[in-house]
């Protein structure tokens, strides 16, 4: 939460107060625990871990209650189905249906679900009703793809009694060994296994069960959090009781683990059950606007994204859990004694986790890899590829909260010009609203919002404005008129509109879940509802966790409903992707026949939100902790299938130093979502703001991000089709090297071999960069030599530096010419920077669309490989062609490669002068200047063809 101004005289002492709070903001501040529920405070939570204590503590004399009905299961079509039969300590049977579904991209699917909930409502208070089987709806948000089933997978004849053995996967190599009693699945890749389902015997399925008369089912020592729980004076009602799902899932040999977002933690995540340097909690995930949100904790933020990735050297495997409630994940490390036998071979770190969720279905996807590659495709196949953006989206962004007219936008942007620093978004926080109503413009201070975005649109610059899902309670604002006579919010539990408090005071929140809220929402930004937008507006989607400052943790109480008498328990954590959802749906309706890539961004996710927005941190706070947590954030998101993340470059809370402020600068120019953001009682911090000379290295950082635009592009590209981070961890990239797993400060830019390690220190003058292979890795700048595997290497990094090295072996794409935006340069010229390997040899390759529509969809693309071998330099087509493939080629049959720069250039190229050029397969060759550069102290030499003037799009050739 965080704080503005409002109406009612009770909502204006409560800002007043928390204005005041914000306007003495001191490093250190942090948040308030008391708001937020531990474990041990939240009743399903509580239990699941009180039964795997209980479960471990009896060790072998428990005998786990889960049995799969050996005559039940039938196998057909790559898919296995059968019935758990759950034995209550009463000795009642529940009936679990299993489906477990081998799917053609060598993901399985184990679905557990409740017979005896499938049917029926339970009637509420007031007549409203809920739904009482388990949810099952996460899917329709989240799944996209990748469902179908295998058509090879078999069951193995060679078993035992008592098991099932299913083979699928790439040429049959996965195994997965189901044990009926007590239920169990193993995952085996080559013969070995790699996950285990229930191997602790933690599975535990709450299930129906009436109020009264039933007191002997287990667990038998504490049911005090079964029907009714109370935190921060709320009660949530829970009308269907106790029925969460919790499972322990292992991978044995597997020392880390990454993934689940969203936590402000390493990417290596810890252990959970205490101990030196681990938490005491398990990691949360309760999407939950948390003020002042602490670092290196797994507690709950604003979003969710339940997938893990284990690895260990050379094998990635893991987990995806679709369970849109709230959820927590235990994990403990368990590393066997050393056997003196084992003759110094050292025993595997296996970690053991324990995931359980308040209720819905158990429905978990189960990947072995083996690389992490092939983890990020086959999760990509199920919830989505991030979208490929609009280029401008993936240049620099300038918001506060606030501009506080359009005169004060148009200042700003023209200081930008006359500073020439480029940008190219400028961003409305929720001032420039009347009144706090989305979908108007404050009269008095934006009273010319076309004329404002008309400036922008001269320079191809883009304005995005803020527009959250509460909407104000307030008479004679049609957009709330409509909402309720429309009957399209979100109910609470009695079955009336449901009302909180947001920025606007008094609020009801639009429920995105209903069908024809999203075709209200569509009609909403339409340009003649929605006056004064033009087409270079786009939407940042807010507090939509929802934050709601008066609910229960911040949010909605659980025991709201939602379109289909969802309880918002079932659909929390997915709520804030429903909005965004709607959003894109308006943003791509705006008008007939201008169909854009729409642009938002969202505070709130869930796995899926990749399809369709950007993410970044939320309030983070200006201190060089949060400076430093951002990357593994930002890294760990990647992992996660949402790579298109940043945080507010500066930190929202609070004053920067000027040399803070410069580093995050340089540091966020890696962020994939590049913003600057400041909260309202923050001085103003432009960077023309910030005086020389950190005025000038800001400029550089920034310029830095646009001349490199076109390898971003690239890996966003990259990451549309097959969902691979943009910037990626150590493991990821050298999934072999042990001494790089845990490695969270360092990373690199898509597969074009750059490596960044931004300086997140105070007073630092350089930094320890981490090399794994024996390749040479250059100065970015001046081509200092690096090289050694497995060692820290001292980069010089003084404040007006970048520490940034090129891998050998990469050829990287660049537009040189600095402009005002990067819609400006569309037309530009490239550099193509070729870094030699220690076997004279470098690769790379360069996408580009018109970075506006979804032509590209249709074949309007340039994609080319570059190599560089045997003393040639050449370029081929690697895109497939498409209807519209040869009217995009010939628009930028103009745009040509202006210089060509080769690092660690062969010594005999020193006695040339020019090179051969051949385009098209021409017979006859062109020359083009080439000039040699000896360096010295530890410097490459280089070598630069001027002008070749081949066609970014064309065969071409560049003989040295
Ligand atoms: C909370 C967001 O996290 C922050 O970025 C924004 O400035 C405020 N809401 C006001 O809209």
Known sequence: MARSRSASPRWTLFLSLTILLCCFIVPGISVKHENFKKCAQSGFCKRNRAYADEVTARGSSWTAPYELDSASIQFQDGQLQGTIIKMTASNEKVRLPLTVSFLESGAARVVVDEEKRVKGEIELRHGSKARKERYNEAGKWVLVG??????????NPETETGFTKVLYGPEKKFQAIIRHAPFEVQFQRDGETHVKLNDRGYLNVEHWRAKVNDESSEPKDDQSTWWEETFGGNTDSKPRGPESVGLDISFPGYGHVFGIPEHADSLSLKETRGGSGNHEEPYRMHNSDVFEYELNSPMTLYGSIPFMQAHRKDSTVGVFWLNAAETWVDIVKFKPSVNPLALGVSPKTTTQTHWFSESGQLDVFVFLGPTPEDLSRTYGELTGYTQLPQHFAIAYHQCRWNYVTDDDVKDVDRKFDK?????????????????????TWDPLTFPDPKGMQEQLDDSERKLVIIIDPHIKNEANYPVVEELKSKDLAVKNKDGNIYEGWCWPGSSHWVDCFNPASISWWTGLFKYDKFKGTLPNMFIWNDMNEPSVFNGPETTMPKDNLHYGNWEHRDIHNVNGLTLVNATYNAMLERKKGEIRRPFILTRSFYAGAQRISAMWTGDNQANWDHLAASLPMVLNNGIAGFPFAGADVGGFFGNPSKELLTRWYQTGIFYPFFRAHAHIDTRRREPYLAGEPYMSIITQAIRLRYQLLPAWYTAFHQAS????????????????????????????????????????????????????????????????????????????????????LMQGGHIIPRKDRPRRSSGLMKWDPYTLVVVLDKNGQAEGTLYVDDGETFDYQHGAYIHRRFSFSDSSLSSEDIGRKGPKTVDYVKTMADVRVEKVVVVDAPKEWQEKSSVTVIEDGAEAGATAPLEYHVQQGGKAPYAVVKNPNVGIGKVWRIEF
């Open 419 to 439: 500073y020439q620093i480029p940008y190219d978004v400028i961003w409305l926080d929720i001032e420039y609203t009347d009144g706090k109503k989305y979908f």
């Open 721 to 804: 089709v097959n969902g691979t981070p943009i910037v990626r961890p150590q493991y990821y990239v050298h999934p072999s090297d042990e001494l790089g797993f845990a490695i969270d400060d360092q990373f690199y830019l898509g597969s074009t071999g750059l490596l960044a390690k931004p300086v997140v220190t105070e007073g630092a003058t350089s930094v320890d960069i981490y090399i794994a292979d024996d390749e040479k890795y250059y100065d970015y700048f001046d081509y200092t030599v690096y090289q050694g595997a497995g060692n820290r290497h001292t980069v010089p990094a003084p404040l007006e530096k970048v520490p940034l």
């Open 146 to 155: 990748g469902l179908e089933l295998s058509k090879s997978a078999s069951l």
